[in-house]
């Protein structure tokens, strides 16, 4: 939907009007492209059988009309499926169809497709006011819904009635109650006060959100900004998103982050800074919606998303409407949080994630995962709220030195054969059609035959194509119970269709593979254009990071042209002299000679942390690296003790276990790239010295080969340098960045593996960590730990 506040003018098809609904939708029709595609059949069908009848009949008809409601200008346009003229009068027809047998009580197709006579009465309407070409001015018009079974082709025709124009009238009041409350959200824009994120600037904080403003009206359409952990991104972003807003470039920001902490973080800035206060008043409070996934707002007994499993779902769209959860979007300041949400949902029997639905459109600030925007699977949440426009919206990408992986993560896919054959016993006891067991039978067999550690030769890929396209319309074009497969076997039940639909983007280039016996992976290599494409349909851009590596190289993976992203470097003087890092030339950590060098790396930890009265964190590329280098310890250096991280953890749990280890422990041993090197802020004070064991390059696997061969044009060293030594040496900087957060904190930094001394990985060290003070031999080490 298109529209003019200020004119009170909107335009929207005849198709979405249909479907506007500001709580949740009815169940509708479902099934994605071969839906459309049988959808197609039928209507070619139908139209042969007319033109062979001789009638005087029109097809796909454009029809454009103004309706004037509650002081809105509406403009509708569509196309009406056939327009057929006899004996003075017209009738429109709409061909929709259904995947239930017809014929059906005509009251219940009118009860379950509410929007397809809202739709046909449109047309009447806009058909009646412009006029049928061949129709007497003032002729009849009629319409007629024509439901087609899409197994059988049966037909059934239901006659619109003047009872029917009740559905048109609820969409008209629902498009102007959305409007009316746009004009009432850009009103509080208008009138948006707040106040500064910091009780005192920290030098080079005060020119960063006026160096946004000026590229982001000078036109530039994505801009990085490069600005070290501790500089205070979050709230030099949010002042520059309230200025936005405030000024009415945009009607909307996205602020994305992949971690809960950081959203809950960005929302917590928002709040204080437009609390109200001696300074505001009352405060005028932005209206912000913090977005968490579906499960977390789950209130059913188990996650399974279907009305025959979840009272929460059935029979949704009537309670909707007196369930009085539209609050949540009409009053503002009104509790928002998961606890409330969930609350209010459980007590009026809907399903609480609606509620985040119907609301995201009444909020200015929506903040959330990139998922929302980059994973074809769930974007649908922000991309079809009702007035979402991307053109007049500013998008925050934080932390987006992990875009490019997570957009490639949202397109790959990993399918067992377990799970296939789960399904297929599961589809026999629902009595399920046996050409649909069969097949789920024959892709487990298929999956259970691949070479495992081995890419797919190309006639197998092939062959998996096809099986994956065959389950897909399956899954599609044949019923089953929803309530015969479990919440865990259902989402493998529809990942076939999920997998064939994401295949159709051909350009993106992937890896069909079998990590392991019985598992199928399609992974994706490279989705740079895909999330360029994301990005570039958003007014403006900012992407966020304290360690985006080479800028050509960061703009590539993320699908822009380098030049047309502008970076803008956070001047941080404090930092300056903050590091006091050595490049340890003496050990080779390289996959082939590390155990070589064992012993020197424990007696090295154990150097770094004597005569200090503070922990020291020594960050591994890997589990078993440190796992190694921590029996080394036990054994040579028994008195010594060594916290390991655990393999997994919740970020809270992660965040507990370093409190505790850094007060309890001589060394903190850390993995690289993993959330407890990069995610936990409470190192920078508690920590001395460090030390990093070799670049953190990536483990050699079938992924990153064929990575290597994808970029075989751009030469050998320039491909290594993209599929290892960037993603490494970035994990490096991620890791080191937390040691110094704030003025006055100082860290001393051991690089332990002559490849740090290379030129081709010392140029991509952090601008404050090179020309670091070679170590040569003990003597040198000890001299270097003895300067301190
Ligand atoms: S619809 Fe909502 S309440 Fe029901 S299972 Fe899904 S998330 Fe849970």
Redesign the pocket.
């Known amino acids: 939907m298109q529209f003019d506040l200020d004119r009170r003018l909107a335009s929207l098809s005849v198709g979405e009007f249909s479907d506007f609904t500001l709580g949740p939708r009815g169940s509708g029709a479902s099934g994605g492209l071969w839906r459309a595609q049988l959808g197609t059949h039928w209507h070619l069908q139908l139209r042969g059988q007319m033109e062979d009848s001789g009638s005087d009949a029109a097809f796909e008809v454009p029809i454009t009309g103004t309706v004037l409601h509650k002081g809105w200008v509406l403009t509708l346009t569509g196309r009406i499926d056939q327009i057929v003229r006899e004996q003075g009068r017209a009738t429109l027809r709409e061909i929709k169809t259904v995947t239930r047998p017809v014929p059906v009580p005509e009251d219940e197709l009118r009860a379950d497709y509410p929007e397809y006579f809202a739709q046909l009465s449109a047309y009447v309407d806009l058909a009646a006011e412009a006029g049928i070409e061949g129709l007497p001015k003032g002729g009849e018009i009629r319409g007629e819904l024509v439901f087609v079974e899409t197994d059988s082709g049966l037909a059934q025709t239901v006659s619109l009635e003047a009872a029917d124009r009740g559905a048109y009238r609820e969409r008209l009041d629902r498009v102007a109650e959305f409007l009316d409350l746009r004009l009432r959200a850009r009103e509080r824009m208008r009138g948006l006060r707040f106040r500064s994120p910091f009780a005192e600037l920290r030098p080079g904080q005060e020119t960063v959100a006026a160096e946004l403003r000026t590229a982001v009206r000078a036109g530039r359409s994505a801009i990085l900004l490069e600005a070290p952990t501790g500089f205070g991104k979050t709230g030099v972003l949010l002042e520059f998103v309230l200025g936005e807003l405030r000024e009415g470039h945009f009607d909307r920001a996205l602020y994305l982050t992949g971690k809960s902490t950081g959203q809950i973080q960005v929302a917590a800035t928002l709040a204080a800074m437009t609390a109200g206060g001696p300074d505001l008043g009352d405060g005028a409070p932005v209206a912000a919606w913090l977005v968490r996934n579906?499960?977390e707002?789950?209130?059913?007994t188990?996650?399974?998303?279907v009305k025959e499993v979840?009272p929460?779902?059935d029979g949704i769209e009537e309670r909707w409407r007196s369930s009085g959860l539209a609050r949540f979007y009409l009053i503002d300041n009104l509790p928002r949080d998961l606890a409330s949400l969930r609350a209010a949902g459980f007590a009026a029997r809907i399903?609480?994630?609606e509620i985040t639905r119907a609301a995201l459109a009444f909020n200015d600030v929506w903040i959330g995962d990139y998922n929302y925007v980059f994973s074809p699977e769930s974007s649908s949440l922000f991309s079809e709220r009702p007035g979402f426009e991307p053109g007049r919206t500013l998008l925050v990408v934080d932390e987006a030195h992990n875009l490019p992986s997570r957009a490639a993560d949202a397109r790959s896919h990993s399918l067992f054969s377990g799970e296939a054959r789960e399904l297929a016993d599961a589809l026999r006891r629902a009595r399920a059609p046996a050409r649909i067991v069969s097949d789920w039978e024959g892709w487990a067999a298929f999956v259970d035959g691949l070479d495992a550690g081995h890419p797919l030769a190309p006639e197998l890929e092939a062959e998996a194509r096809s099986f994956l396209a065959n389950l897909a319309e399956k899954t599609a074009s044949v019923p089953v119970d929803p309530a015969a497969l479990d919440s865990r076997l259902a989402p493998a039940y529809w990942q076939a269709a999920t997998v064939a639909a994401q295949l159709e983007d051909a350009d993106l280039p992937r890896l069909w593979w079998c990590p392991r016996a019985g598992e199928i992976a399609i992974t994706c290599l490279d989705a740079a254009t895909a999330a360029g494409a994301s990005l570039r349909e958003f007014g403006g851009v900012v992407l966020a990071t304290a360690t985006p590596g080479p800028i050509d190289a960061f703009a590539v993976a993320c699908g822009l042209e380098p030049a047309a992203l502008l970076h803008l470097r956070a001047a941080t003087p404090w930092r300056e002299g903050a590091y006091d890092v050595a490049v340890d030339l003496r050990v080779d950590t390289s996959f082939q000679a590390r155990m070589r060098h064992v012993p020197v790396t424990g007696a090295t930890v154990a150097a770094l942390r004597s005569g200090q009265n503070r922990a020291v964190a020594v960050f591994f590329p890997s589990f078993a690296y440190a796992e190694e280098i921590a029996r080394e310890m036990n054994g040579s250096f028994p008195d010594l003790r060594v916290a390991l991280q655990p393999r997994r953890r919740e970020l809270s749990a992660q965040a507990a276990w370093v409190a505790e280890a850094v007060a309890g422990a001589d060394a903190l041993f850390l993995v690289l790239g993993s959330g407890f090197a990069e995610g936990i802020d409470i190192l920078g004070d508690r920590i001395g010295r460090a030390m990093v064991v070799g670049p953190a390059l990536p483990e050699v696997n079938p992924v990153q080969r064929a990575k290597l061969a994808s970029l075989g044009k751009a030469g050998r060293e320039a491909a290594f340098e993209r599929v290892y030594r960037i993603p490494g040496m970035q994990k490096v900087n991620q890791a080191l960045g937390r040691l110094v957060r704030a003025p006055g904190q100082k860290a001393r930094v051991l690089l332990h593996c002559r490849r740090f001394a290379e030129p081709g990985y010392a140029r991509l060290l952090a601008p404050e960590y090179q020309s670091a003070r070679r170590i040569l031999d003990d003597g040198e080490l000890r001299a270097w730990l003895d300067a301190s």
């Open positions: 579906k499960a707002h789950c209130v059913n188990v996650f399974r998303c979840c929460y779902l399903c609480p994630y």
